[in-house]
């Protein structure tokens, strides 16, 4: 399956623009990759670009915390377009190159002590898109690090990201421009 292409820009339905323009005004700055095809149901893509820029700048989970469970939900997909819109950025926000290697080939990283909170991030993450559930120990050692309400923010950058490696994969959406498949095969 390939991407849904839009028409130029200029041809957008006026609900469509008016989507598209609050995307582009907005902290991602841009309308790419999924978010160009949730365009071709704009009420999809307002409601989801609403929920994905909470998820992704609101919540009270710090950027490293937040990257790091994008990273997880990508490798799980495998998920290119995601993985090479966020790997920079998870690095960016702190998140060793070790350790998003690691999660790019499917290894668990290696979290140092000073890293309690990656630790459990990863490790709820990884159990919840692989188990469809987590055990009373891992929810206890996620709430311990970062709340209850970390937990529900966390539980919902999960499902957003999910919901766009789904589309990214259904759609074929290509890679970022000059950026190499990180998971070929």
Same mark, same amino acid.
């Given at each position: 399956?390939?991407?849904?292409?839009?028409?130029?820009?200029?041809?957008?339905?006026?609900?469509?623009?008016?989507?598209?323009?609050?995307?582009?005004?907005?902290?991602?700055?841009?309308?790419?990759?999924?978010?160009? @095809?949730?365009?071709?149901?704009?009420?999809?893509?307002?409601?989801?670009?609403?929920?994905?820029?909470?998820?992704?700048?609101?919540?009270?989970?710090?950027?490293?915390?937040?990257?790091?469970?994008?990273?997880?939900?990508?490798?799980?997909?495998?998920?290119?377009?995601?993985?090479?819109?966020?790997?920079?950025?998870?690095?960016?926000?702190?998140?060793?190159?070790?350790?998003?290697?690691?999660?790019?080939?499917?290894?668990?990283?290696?979290?140092?002590?000073?890293?309690?909170?990656?630790?459990?991030?990863?490790?709820?993450?990884?159990?919840?898109?692989?188990?469809?559930?987590?055990?009373?120990?891992?929810?206890?050692?996620?709430?311990?690090?970062?709340?209850?309400?970390?937990? @529900?923010?966390?539980?919902?950058?999960?499902?957003?990201?999910?919901?766009?490696?789904?589309?990214?994969?259904?759609?074929?959406?290509?890679?970022?421009?000059?950026?190499?498949?990180?998971?070929?095969?």
């Amino acid at each position: 399956m390939t991407e849904p292409r839009l028409a130029a820009p200029e041809t957008l339905t006026p609900r469509q623009r008016e989507v598209h323009d609050r995307i582009a005004s907005g902290a991602r700055g841009r309308v790419e990759g999924p978010l160009r @095809v949730w365009l071709h149901s704009p009420e999809l893509a307002d409601r989801s670009q609403a929920l994905g820029a909470f998820c992704r700048y609101e919540t009270r989970l710090p950027a490293r915390l937040s990257e790091l469970a994008i990273l997880v939900t990508g490798a799980v997909w495998k998920s290119g377009f995601e993985w090479a819109v966020h790997a920079p950025i998870a690095e960016r926000a702190g998140v060793s190159p070790d350790t998003i290697e690691a999660i790019r080939t499917g290894r668990s990283p290696s979290f140092s002590a000073e890293s309690e909170d990656e630790a459990a991030v990863y490790e709820f993450s990884l159990a919840l898109h692989r188990e469809r559930r987590v055990d009373d120990k891992t929810y206890a050692r996620l709430v311990a690090v970062i709340g209850s309400e970390g937990a @529900v923010e966390l539980v919902g950058i999960l499902g957003y990201y999910t919901l766009i490696s789904m589309t990214i994969n259904t759609f074929a959406v290509p890679l970022p421009e000059g950026t190499e498949d990180p998971f070929p095969g």
